[in-house]
Structures are given as C-alpha cells and as structure tokens.
C-alpha cells in the first residue's frame, strides 16, 4: 500500500476517483500537521507553503512531492535535491484563468471600465471617457512560458504585436519577435504594455529598475504577474511618483500580503490585485488531473513524469 498524504481540502467527488482509480493507495487529507500522516507518506501533495526543513526531517518515508502550485522559491530545495526527493508541479494549469486576468485589467484599463464604474457611482452623465484600443499596440511579454504563450495569443487576436523576453532569446509560442534579457533597453522605449509572468529565480530578482521604467513611454502599462521580486518596490513607488508611466497592475508584491499602510494602495495609476490571478473554480481539478496522470506513472514504477523541477534551477 502507497501511503499519500494531501495538506489542502479536495472536494468528495475528486477524492472519489482517486480511490476509485488506485484502490492500492491509501489517501489521507491532513490540512494540519498529522505526525503520523507525515511520517509515513511516501507523496505528499500539497501547495508547497507547509513545506519547509523541519516538515522534510519528520517526512521519513517521502520519495516525491506533487506540488499544486507553480512557486516554488520558499521550499527548501538543496535539502530536497540532498534526499534526492522527485519534486513536481502543476505548471501549465493557471494559463487560462491569469491570462483571463491579464486580459481583463487590460480591457478595463484601455475602454475606461473603472472611469464607467465611477461614474454610475455619482449618478453623472459624461462622454468624457478617455477610451483608447488595444488594437495596433505592442507588448512585450517577459517570460513567455506557458502562461505568457497564452497571453500572447489572446493579445494577437486583439491586434496587438507580441514580443517575448527570456534569458536566451529563444523562440516561444505566439511572439511576433523574441529578444534576450540584456535587449530589455533597448526595447521598452518601443512598446506600450508590458507584462511580467517570470518566475523567481536567481536570474530574475531584481531584473527590473527603476532605470527600465524612465525608459518606457509615459503612456505605457506595466503588469507583474510573476514574482514580486522582480523589482525592488521602492524603485516602482519612485517611477510611479513621477509618473514615469501610466499605469502599474500589480498581482505580487515583495511582502505578502500588502500592508493597510502601503503607498501602493493610494497611489494614481497602481492598481492592487491581491495574488488572486491565479485563482478559479477549476484550480484543483485541473491540478488533480496532472497528478493522476503522474501518480499512475508513480505506480508503475515509470520515470515519464509531467513537469519535474530541477532543483538547481528552481523550476
């Protein structure tokens, strides 16, 4: 009998298949800390944030954690790679919903929905919207994985040129042109939105400053839907004061969550998500699809797994 362990709840009907589907697995949900549970898992699957070095010294019988997320960055990983633990993600899942997301904040932001809502507020009557197109723009999207793919397609069928950014330059799917990370000057006095869905790695902190917004154009959109990492905030707080662009969407942030005194709370133009681009009804079916699909390799004793991270990496 494999033991699983499952730190997040799962709804009957799914935990029904998984029974139904592996009858020689014993699944136990333990949303808190369960020492017999945890002691005796060989997988666990969980959102990652229960898993740190203490969790992994009690974790004696864990050969492989599926985790149902896409971060990774808090998780103890050299300790992970020492015990040489098969790690896992759901990456891939969260495509539809935060470009869904993404697109939204950039539909509302351009057709003047929140000006629309505001009015209706006050009961006044105005044409004076401010209203402007996607349509004939250019955006450039740092971190064309699976997610920023996506975005990229959405925003080619709206009209809008795509360009990627990844470390190598390489080509992803549905990008106009591709650049590397040291072409980031050059190209952000050209486009009009930018969107971040990078990782945190060590590549990636601190990648942007406040030098690459003084760069962009005074109208421009910036989104980080990634990491907060990306830029130091008091670097976004100084350009969005002066107002260096236009507009800031911002789903992560350094600290989380958000202080009630933060600046960005306040602040003209910046717009707080509370990490919740992710989020949707669909979430964990899809991450348990994936895990089915691993698990069933997982019993066989087969090496085909979906989305193995490279410790070293970080992703």
């Known amino acids: 009998m494999t033991n699983v362990l499952i730190t997040f709840t799962v709804k009957e009907e799914l935990m029904q298949r998984l029974r139904s589907e592996f009858p020689q697995v014993d699944f136990t949900i333990s949303t808190s800390k369960n020492q017999n549970a945890l002691e005796t ?5 969980t959102y990652g944030e229960d898993i740190n070095k203490e969790t992994l010294d009690q974790a004696l019988a864990l050969k492989w ?10 998780m103890p990983l050299r300790e992970i790679g020492e015990r040489n633990i098969l790690i896992t993600n759901v990456k891939g899942i969260h495509k539809t919903p935060m470009t869904e997301s993404v697109m939204a904040h950039l539909l509302a932001i351009k057709r003047a929905v929140p000006w629309i809502y505001s009015q209706q507020r006050k009961n006044e009557w105005s044409k004076r919207s401010g209203s402007s197109e996607l ?4 955006a450039l999207i740092i971190g ?10 959405l925003l080619q069928a709206f009209g809008v040129k795509t360009i990627g950014c990844n470390r190598s330059g390489k080509q ?8 590397a990370f040291e072409q980031l000057n050059d190209t952000l006095p050209q486009v009009n939105i930018v969107i971040s869905v990078l ?7 601190g990648l942007l400053t406040y030098e690459h917004f003084v760069l962009m154009k005074e109208d421009a959109i910036f989104m980080n839907f990634g990491r907060g990492d990306l830029i130091k905030e008091e670097q976004l707080i100084k ?15 350094e600290n989380e969550p958000l202080g009630e005194n933060h600046p960005f709370w306040d602040m003209n133009g910046v717009i707080v998500s509370p990490h919740v681009s992710s989020h949707s009804s669909e979430y964990v079916p899809r991450a348990i699809e994936i895990f089915i699909q691993n698990l069933q390799e997982w019993m066989k004793e087969g090496t085909d797994f979906q989305n193995v991270i490279d410790v070293e990496k970080g992703y």
Do not use: N, Y
């Open 41 to 45: 898992a060989e997988v666990i699957l």
């Open 65 to 74: 954690l599926m985790i149902a997320s896409a971060g990774l960055e808090k």
């Open 135 to 138: 349509f004939g723009s250019t």
């Open 144 to 153: 064309p994985g699976a997610i920023g793919s996506e975005i990229g397609r």
């Open 172 to 179: 992803a799917p549905h990008m106009d042109d591709m650049i």
């Open 199 to 205: 990782p945190s790695t060590p590549e990636t902190r």
């Open 239 to 253: 350009a969005m004061s002066e107002h260096q662009i236009a507009f800031c969407v911002l789903d992560v942030f």
